[in-house]
């Protein structure tokens, strides 16, 4: 395993002037541990020890629960490399400017308090210990319980139709990261199913609660034209799996770490999340999956403790309306 973290001094800092150290990690590698050299609005220079990333590699600059910047390493030396920021959202320059801004002046926004800090930094340790985190997409035959889904994709098909057949799209909940014409419908969270889930949504409700290990799940919903922002899971703790259930044909797709992977009905994948991913619907029709999270395999002591912490820092997923008990 390769340029392993093995230090935490700076990637914790009370402020963001405090911040002397940076990860970056690149396409199919695990992240590298860099002494920040300098920073602009449109590049970044960084020092690290061991190989340096080719010239052209893709990836991303990023401190533990903080936001990500997208780039391409555009220059290198044998002890430093440089990385041009690409396809920065709206989100990410008013973060890169500040970050830029409380270094030069000084001037700080509110940050987590030390215990936050320290809770933290004590799940990043833990996290980084976790076996197979260099992986990035995962075979279903190594989740037997995942093909289950494949199984009885018709009938989720027709409860997620009977949906559709009662609202609009724009009716359904939006979802939990407030992306624009993203919604959700919620069937699982922290490790429950809803009751109201196994109302309206029987035989997915049963599948989902026989997922080992169970984190969340929902149906998520992209309106026609939505894009989601490159994003990653703030722990790696989770895997997810989608299955695709109503995928129109055209540009829609899950890029994960700028490859592809498509959506297929009746099917599904199994990835990281914690890796910079982003998703599209570029087309004129609606498309849903079922998406599931679950905490990947590790000691049953470790598992407690990730999902003592969900509990605590993962807001809660906006319920089934009322209403829709009554079709």
Known sequence: MK?????????????????????????????MLCSLQKLSESHITVKASGHMPDIGTQGIIWL???????GVVCERTDQTFTVKFVALDDIMKKDLDYFIYSRKTGV????????????????????KRLKGIEHRTFSPQEFPWSLEFEKHYSTI???????????????????????????SVLVAQQGKVESSAHQLLP????????VPSLANAELSILAPGAELRLHKAASRCFLRMHLGIIIPKGDVCLE?????????????????DFYPHRAWNKTDHTRVILMVDLFRPMPKWQEQFFRFAQRRVVPSIPKIPKEWLSW
Do not use: C
């Open 256 to 272: 994960l770490e700028w490859e592809r992977l498509e959506w297929q009905e009746g099917k599904v994948m199994i990835f990281d």
């Open 203 to 210: 035989t997915i409700s049963r599948l989902v609660e026989n």
């Open 108 to 127: 700080e926004k509110p940050r987590p308090s030390f215990v936050a800090r320290s809770f933290l930094r004590t799940i990043y340790e833990i996290e």
């Open 3 to 31: 340029n392993k973290v093995d230090s935490l001094k700076e990637l914790f800092p009370s402020s963001m002037q405090q911040v002397d150290e940076i990860l970056w990690t690149g396409k199919s590698k695990l992240e």
């Open 157 to 183: 098909r027709g409860e997620v139709e009977n949906i559709f057949n009662h609202v609009e799209v724009g009716s359904i909940p939006q979802g939990l990261d407030n992306f624009p014409n993203a919604h």
């Open 64 to 70: 533990p629960h903080f936001r990500i910047f997208p």
